[in-house]
């Protein structure tokens, strides 16, 4: 069964480095999405991507944050100057088009900044 | 002392019994919506979706049901498991943008 992979599992950082957390989206899908939650807390939404450009972006999203989907099958989500309360898991989702269908998530990131 | 944000509301039913989790949304211009189940360090799980123009939708063991005159969607899952131990996620979407998560029911199953 096709499935979004992300690569780190892990990743530690210290307090000011950039981060980049890859995904692999499932192969025929266009819509692509990352969202991030905290330890305990419910997923939330960042950002959202098709066409090759940034569709939606929540108020999390700010110039600290950028995504991109560099050769066609990858889409990063980089993380500048990153903060201790970075510090979440990053989940990638995909799915293949717009409406009524669902999202698939990749098994996320655990991002730590120390 | 305790860290906000691990308190989720928790669910516990005993092995064989029917669960019944509830999700108030807030949108309503949503459309579709989903139940995600996560199991502890893993990714949402799809389970069961639901559009708005219907009220309810069966699946192998679970049974999602939709009322949107107050927007309220509830999972139930017959002949619970332990497997089923998880938190449960209702999402909804507004015409195929974001998924809007809501804040999550432990489900917790006594042997």
């Known amino acids: 069964e096709p499935e979004v992979t992300q690569t780190p599992s892990h990743q530690v950082t210290q307090m000011g480095q950039e981060v980049i957390l890859r995904c692999v989206p499932i192969?025929?899908?266009?819509?692509f999405y990352w969202y991030r939650q905290i330890l305990g807390q419910k997923v939330e939404f960042l950002v959202s991507?098709?066409?090759?450009?940034?569709?939606?972006k929540s108020e999390i999203f700010d110039d600290q944050f950028s995504v991109e989907r560099p050769d066609g099958s990858n889409f990063t989500l980089k993380i500048r100057s990153t903060k201790l309360e970075d510090s979440a898991m990053y989940f990638c989702?995909?799915?293949?088009?717009?409406?009524?269908?669902?999202?698939?998530f990749g098994q996320g990131t655990r991002l730590t900044v120390v | 002392g305790e860290s906000v944000g691990l308190h989720l509301p928790t669910l516990s039913v005993q092995e064989g019994d029917n669960s019944i989790i509830n999700c108030a949304y807030s949108?309503?211009?949503?459309?579709?919506f989903i139940w995600y189940k996560q199991e502890s360090g893993k990714g949402p799980q799809f389970i069961i979706d639901?559009?708005?123009?219907?009220d309810k939708r069966q699946g192998q063991r679970v049974t999602v049901l939709l009322n949107k005159t107050v927007k309220h969607l509830s999972l139930q899952i017959a002949a619970t498991q332990p497997g089923d131990s998880a938190v449960y996620f209702c999402?909804?979407?507004?015409?195929?943008?974001?998924?809007?998560f809501g804040p999550g029911t432990r489900l917790s199953v006594l042997p």
């Open positions: 989702a995909s799915r293949d088009r717009g409406l009524n269908t669902e999202a698939f």
């Open positions: 192969s025929n899908h266009l819509y």
């Open positions: 991507f098709y066409n090759n450009e940034i569709s939606e």
């Open positions: 949108n309503s211009a949503s459309d579709y």
């Open positions: 639901i559009r708005s123009n219907m």
């Open positions: 999402a909804e979407n507004n015409y195929g943008q974001n998924f809007v």
